[in-house]
């Protein structure tokens, strides 16, 4: 095997964004699976039918804080609650490759992604200040924080606002190497500063030299499970499509999908739909 990619769009997932990637896996590769990784989380957080960076969800207080993450065996580097750039993930990039730190936060990500150049960017869309005026509309009235969220969950139920498609990932192994890339707008509705799977290590993404693992779905959930690290410990010992389906199970009701490379197999399995492009080449 030369190499193979696979990308997801996200769990939730509906209309074009579940039927068309634009073949994101094959205009994603490279001789190297780090840059193929992240050249296909740019390719969809560039393509504003989904929740991360361009397409972002807007949170209660009317912020866009954006997530996203890589690893490599032994690496990890990650931004959190990160606002107005463009790309997330290759600031996250840059956190393993030019600081001595794993993760950086809030204006601190900001100022980094300053000083290395990334300019200011907006990543609001019309779709996500539609979503958020209903969603300030429902809660208006509403005197407390579980009064907000039925009112919100209504409007999703009723198909009033789109549920987000979540997190958009990659996972590649080439000439031998693994990498995996994640990065999302995060959840709706979301408290300002809520951090979920997607910046933290094990959770939303794992890479060693078994294989590559990332996550969608229920961030709160899948960290609380530490989903991607327990999928990348069952590793061969069983099928992987098996350890999929049994790990997904496990997360019962909650919405989520995976996605994973081991040296012998590549896999996805999610409880709800969920896109997903691969290329083998
Ligand atoms: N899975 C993305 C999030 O919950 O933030």
Same mark, same amino acid.
């Given at each position: 095997?030369?190499?193979?990619?696979?990308?997801?769009?996200?769990?939730?997932?509906?209309?074009?964004?579940?039927?068309?990637?634009?073949?994101?896996?094959?205009?994603?590769?490279?001789?190297?699976?780090?840059?193929?990784?992240?050249?296909?989380?740019?390719?969809?957080?560039?393509?504003?039918?989904?929740?991360?960076?361009?397409?972002?969800?807007?949170?209660?207080?009317?912020?866009?804080?954006?997530?996203?993450?890589?690893?490599?065996?032994?690496?990890?580097?990650?931004?959190?609650?990160?606002?107005?750039?463009?790309?997330?993930?290759?600031?996250?990039?840059?956190?393993?490759?030019?600081?001595?730190?794993?993760?950086?936060?809030?204006?601190?990500?900001?100022?980094?992604?300053?000083?290395?150049?990334?300019?200011?960017?907006? +990543?609001?869309?019309?779709?996500?200040? =539609? *979503? /958020?005026?209903?969603?300030?509309? #429902?809660?208006?009235? @509403? $005197?407390?924080?579980?009064?907000?969220?039925?009112?919100?969950?209504?409007?999703?139920?009723?198909?009033?606002?789109?549920? +987000?498609?979540?997190?958009?990932?990659? =996972? *590649? /192994?080439?000439?031998?190497?693994? #990498?995996?890339?994640? @990065? $999302?707008?995060?959840?709706?509705?979301?408290?300002?500063?809520?951090?979920?799977?997607?910046?933290?290590?094990?959770?939303?993404?794992?890479?060693?030299?078994?294989?590559?693992?990332?996550?969608?779905?229920?961030?709160?959930?899948?960290?609380?499970?530490?989903?991607?690290?327990?999928?990348?410990?069952?590793?061969?010992?069983?099928?992987?499509?098996?350890?999929?389906?049994?790990?997904?199970?496990?997360?019962?009701?909650?919405?989520?999908?995976?996605?994973?490379?081991?040296?012998?197999?590549?896999?996805?399995?999610?409880?709800?739909?969920?896109?997903?492009?691969?290329?083998?080449?």
């Amino acid at each position: 095997m030369g190499g193979i990619i696979i990308c997801h769009g996200g769990v939730g997932a509906k209309g074009r964004a579940l039927d068309d990637m634009n073949s994101v896996a094959s205009l994603s590769r490279d001789d190297d699976p780090l840059k193929t990784a992240v050249n296909a989380v740019v390719n969809m957080e560039n393509d504003p039918r989904y929740n991360a960076g361009t397409g972002s969800v807007i949170r209660i207080d009317g912020s866009i804080q954006m997530d996203a993450a890589v690893a490599v065996p032994g690496e990890f580097g990650a931004v959190i609650s990160i606002e107005r750039v463009k790309n997330p993930v290759l600031v996250a990039q840059d956190v393993m490759q030019k600081t001595p730190h794993i993760a950086l936060s809030g204006p601190g990500a900001v100022e980094f992604a300053r000083r290395l150049g990334y300019g200011e960017y907006d +990543p609001v869309t019309e779709k996500a200040r =539609v *979503a /958020y005026r209903k969603m300030i509309e #429902a809660i208006k009235d @509403s $005197t407390n924080m579980d009064e907000r969220y039925q009112a919100i969950k209504k409007l999703i139920s009723d198909g009033i606002v789109e549920e +987000p498609h979540d997190t958009v990932g990659a =996972v *590649a /192994y080439i000439n031998g190497k693994f #990498a995996a890339a994640v @990065s $999302t707008g995060g959840a709706s509705p979301m408290m300002p500063g809520r951090v979920g799977d997607v910046p933290l290590i094990g959770a939303g993404i794992y890479c060693g030299l078994k294989g590559a693992v990332v996550a969608t779905g229920h961030g709160e959930e899948i960290a609380k499970k530490l989903l991607c690290y327990r999928i990348y410990e069952r590793i061969t010992e069983e099928p992987l499509n098996r350890i999929l389906m049994e790990e997904i199970e496990n997360m019962g009701e909650k919405l989520a999908g995976v996605i994973a490379i081991s040296r012998k197999e590549y896999g996805f399995f999610s409880n709800g739909s969920m896109a997903v492009d691969t290329h083998e080449f």
